[in-house]
């Protein structure tokens, strides 16, 4: 495990250099990942206007700063993601709140397909779904592990599945709004809970 992380890691790019590479690859009509489609695309347009916009107004919860100030330790937060993933435009703004507010967190982000045998490590029911992320310590173990989404959007999901069989546009939009209502906290919260 520790020598797949440890190749993952130089492959990896700071939040801005990864935020950079996303917009440039819109810009040029990519979306991230193997597999290119007009939808992927669309989804990404989205989330860079997602994420533009928590950037400005999220804001991190009093409780959570004060725990993430009482780490003892430096930390490398790894994050696997894509540019088209609605949940990752979702968290991936709240994780880099959180990093800036403790100075020995090392915030790293890496492509699930360029990054195969990584995300194998850490399938959800099978499934390699993003974000991960991946909370290491000084030596690049792993101490924990948290995603892709939190509890009340991942019941959100699971429920609709089960009244309505897929996951329609129609999710797709709760989804979004329950983000949207939950201002990040949920995903503050239970990231700071497994660091504890």
Request: proline share 2%; with cysteine.
């Amino acid at each position: 495990m520790k020598s797949i992380i440890q190749s993952a890691l130089q492959n990896s790019h700071s939040y801005t250099d990864y935020r950079t590479l996303v917009s440039k690859l819109i810009s040029e009509g990519k979306s991230t990942g193997n597999e290119q489609s007009a939808d992927l695309l669309h989804y990404s347009e989205l989330n860079e206007v997602r994420m533009k916009r928590l950037e400005k107004t999220l804001k991190l919860d009093l409780e959570v700063e004060k725990a993430l100030q009482n780490l003892k330790s430096k930390q490398t937060w790894l994050v696997i993601s894509e540019g088209w993933c609605g949940d990752a435009a979702q968290i991936l703004p709240i994780i880099k709140l959180m990093s800036d507010a403790y100075e020995n967190i090392d915030l790293k982000l890496v492509f699930r397909d360029e990054n195969e045998e990584l995300i194998n490590q850490f399938l959800t029911n099978g499934a390699k779904s993003i974000p991960k992320l991946l909370v290491l310590d000084e030596s690049f173990n792993l101490i924990k592990h948290w995603g892709p989404r939190p509890e009340g959007a991942k019941n959100l999901i699971i429920e609709y599945k089960a009244n309505h069989g897929i996951v329609d546009e129609a999710a797709k939009i709760a989804l979004q709004k329950w983000y949207l209502d939950d201002k990040g906290i949920s995903t503050m919260k239970e990231i700071v809970a497994i660091l504890q």
